[in-house]
């Protein structure tokens, strides 16, 4: 069955630093990947998103890898700040319309 | 422009009981799909509905169903409710329904069931 997994369940990281958050997933068949920044009491916030045609996203201080080879799927936040403290969802999609499959989360907490 | 709203932001129930839950989508969007987290976890898909038909059903038991309005609201329903049942309820929409796309979810509704 399809998982999606995150190799680190929490990371901290001083202020300033830039991050990186992995994600490993197993359906080769995915094709469409979702990064998600969810804050306490509150649901999950869209970061950045990358469809299997290509290798690297770049967003607002963020950027997003994909190796289709390994499955595996990073996150990548330069120069952290307090605010990005937070846990972080990859998702992926294997093409069923929007039924998306979480992993486990990653809880950031960005050191001043 | 407001965003993906759900009602109520908190419930408490008691086993056996049933639940409704409400989600209005972003204006404009036409897809609504439901997500369970259960706390430290990952949401966990259970529907999707796009243009009132249900185009997607997650591994959860048939206590759950779910429907969506002609104005594309939706409701989320949970019968005969179990202690297991306690989950932050997330309502997720998007502008069009068969092809993968960005989610867009609203704050959640905790459900506790005592």
């Known amino acids: 069955g399809e998982s999606v997994g995150l190799h680190l369940p929490t990371l901290s990281v001083q202020e300033g630093d830039n991050s990186i958050i992995n994600c490993a997933y197993s359906?080769?068949?995915?094709?469409?990947f979702i990064w998600y920044k969810q804050e306490s009491g509150k649901g999950p916030q869209f970061i950045i998103d990358i469809r299997s045609n290509m290798d690297k996203r770049q967003g607002q201080r963020v950027t997003v890898l994909l190796n289709k080879t390994v499955k595996h799927l990073s996150l990548q936040i330069a120069a952290t700040q307090p605010g990005d403290s937070a846990v972080y969802f990859c998702a992926e999609n294997i093409g069923t319309g929007n039924q998306f499959y979480f992993g486990t989360g990653t809880s950031l907490t960005v050191i001043p | 422009d407001a965003g993906v709203t759900q009602s109520p932001t908190h419930l408490i129930k008691t086993r056996g009981q049933q639940v409704t839950l409400r989600c209005s989508p972003i204006?404009?969007?036409?897809?609504v799909s439901w997500y369970q987290q259960v706390l430290g976890q990952g949401p966990q898909f259970i529907f999707q509905y796009y243009e009132k038909e249900e185009r997607g059903r997650g591994n959860f038991p048939d206590r759950f169903s779910a429907r969506q309005f002609p104005n594309y609201s939706s409701e989320l329903n949970v019968n005969a409710l179990l202690l297991g049942d306690s989950a932050l309820y997330l309502c997720?929409?998007?502008?069009?329904?068969?092809?993968?796309?960005?989610?867009?979810f609203g704050s959640g509704t905790q459900l506790s069931v005592l």
């Open positions: 359906n080769s068949a995915s094709d469409y």
């Open positions: 997720a929409s998007s502008s069009i329904g068969g092809y993968p796309e960005k989610l867009f």
């Open positions: 204006s404009g969007h036409k897809s």
